[in-house]
Structures are given as C-alpha cells and as structure tokens.
C-alpha cells in the first residue's frame, strides 16, 4: 500500500504563491507516477501537474503552464507544486495521487492511489 500526506496548504491573495508538498512512502516501488490534482466545490477533480519519478519529466495542465512547477527531492521521496501568480481560480483541495504507468495522463480515474488533500484558497 501507498500512502500520501500533503501539506501546504493555506489562503493566499491573487498574485501569490505557496508550495505544496507530498511525501510518498509505503509500497511505492511500482509507482513510477506521482501527481497533483484538484477539485473544486461542484466540479471534476482535475489533473494539475505530473512526474514521471525515474526521469522527472513532468506534464502540467494548460491552466497552469507557466505559473506552477512541479518538482522532487534528490530521494525523490517528496514532490513539491510551487504554485506562482495564483488565481482565484485556483481555489481548490489539491489532492497528490501515484499510479503505476502512464505518467502524463491527467485523467484522475486513472490513478490508483490518494492523499487526504490540502486546501488551497486564493482571494481576489
């Protein structure tokens, strides 16, 4: 079993920024994926941001290219979001989730496993 603690958290002003992180531990050696997603009250969960583990090569979402980065630690243990120029739109829980392949898809149906979440708020 794979578990996944998110923190980070926190209400921020448009404009802003905040890092999120995810510590992956548990059975993770078949989970080569990693990613961020959100959801907001009344919508989809949506895919945000992903890495492939092994190479880092990440895949992010078009409402994002160019404001967040998705990154991991040199044991690759724990992976940030640095969300920059954050949007009230942005306002959401932001879950990370891990998978075992396909790493650049943003489908949330298709990923295996799931943190608790951590809530994100950006004011106008």
């Known amino acids: 079993q794979v578990q996944l603690l998110e923190s980070g958290g926190g209400t921020v002003q448009s404009g802003g920024s905040l890092r999120l992180s995810c510590v992956v531990s548990?059975?993770?050696?078949?989970?080569?994926?990693v990613g961020w997603f959100r959801q907001a009250p009344g919508r989809e969960r949506e895919g945000v941001a992903t890495?492939?583990?092994?190479?880092?090569?990440?895949t992010y979402a078009d409402s994002v290219k160019g404001r967040f980065i998705m990154f991991q630690d040199a044991s690759k243990n724990t992976k940030y979001l640095q969300m920059n120029a954050l949007r009230p739109e942005d306002t959401a829980m932001y879950y990370c989730?891990?998978?075992?392949?396909?790493?650049?898809?943003?489908?949330?149906?298709?990923?295996?496993?799931w943190g608790q979440g951590t809530q994100v708020t950006v004011s106008s």
């Open positions: 890495i492939e583990t092994p190479s880092g090569i990440v």
């Open positions: 989730a891990a998978a075992v392949r396909d790493c650049s898809r943003l489908a949330a149906a298709t990923w295996n496993d």
């Open positions: 548990g059975n993770t050696w078949n989970r080569d994926c």
